[in-house]
């Protein structure tokens, strides 16, 4: 089944401590990208990714990191989580390099303390 | 950032009620998508619209893309329960080799039996 995945889906953590959430796709898809949903801000980019090895920032990408060294994974890093990181995340991917027609992971919810 | 107002933001009818939601934003973008998202998944792409006035539809679902690609909407003819979720447009301006997606705030659809 094509599918986008993202672990953990729920995670619970005090402020500082680093933390990686993982994204991986079976579509071989080229275009892999992170957004958080906050109430009334709508889903915002983070950061995405064109191809392996290549990275760029979105919207909101202060806090976060990430690394495209396979094309299938592509995993968020929070290296000292603050609680304004508290957030619903969401991976996506999409065939060609572009946003075109994103397919989206279940989601991942963080909460930092 | 750039800016994808959607109206209205909340949406409570009776089955089989017509129904229009709106995106609409300053910026020319290069496509314009339309997810669906359901509490506790992933959005789901509904359709993509890439030309100026281009109309599409989906049953029950038609989309339009304004004239000059800066606003889009979305009529649901007949609405039926299934149609609940939050309604999410998203621009992306590939046109100006940028490669990130703008999401708007979305509209909640509640559609009662």
């Known amino acids: 089944e094509a599918q986008v995945t993202q672990n953990p889906r729920y995670l619970i953590t005090v402020t500082g401590k680093k933390l990686t959430v993982t994204c991986s796709q079976n579509m071989n898809h080229e275009y892999m990208s992170w957004y958080r949903q906050d109430p009334g801000l709508g889903l915002r980019q983070i950061y995405y990714?064109?191809?392996?090895?290549?990275?760029d920032k979105g919207d909101v990408p202060e806090g976060y990191k990430v690394s495209r060294k396979e094309k299938r994974n592509f995993p968020l890093i929070l290296e000292s989580p603050s609680p304004n990181q508290t957030s619903l995340y969401f991976c996506a991917s999409s065939w060609d390099g572009t946003p075109y027609e994103q397919y989206f992971g279940p989601g991942t919810r963080l909460t930092v303390t | 950032t750039q800016l994808l107002e959607q109206s209205p933001q909340f949406l409570s009818i009776q089955e089989g009620e017509n129904l229009t939601v709106y995106c609409n934003s300053s910026?020319?973008?290069?496509?314009l998508q339309w997810y669906r998202q359901e509490p506790g998944e992933g959005p789901v792409l509904l359709v993509t619209v890439v030309t100026g006035g281009e109309v599409k539809k989906l049953k029950r679902l038609t989309f339009q893309f304004g004239d000059a690609r800066k606003d889009s909407s979305l009529h649901i003819t007949a609405a039926q329960p299934g149609d609940t979720g939050l309604y999410l447009c998203?621009?992306?301006?590939?046109?100006?080799?940028?490669?990130?997606?703008?999401f708007g705030t979305g509209t909640r659809l509640t559609v009662i039996p």
């Open positions: 998203a621009g992306d301006e590939g046109w100006s080799g940028a490669n990130n997606l703008f």
């Open positions: 990714s064109m191809n392996v090895e290549v990275t």
């Open positions: 910026s020319v973008f290069s496509s």
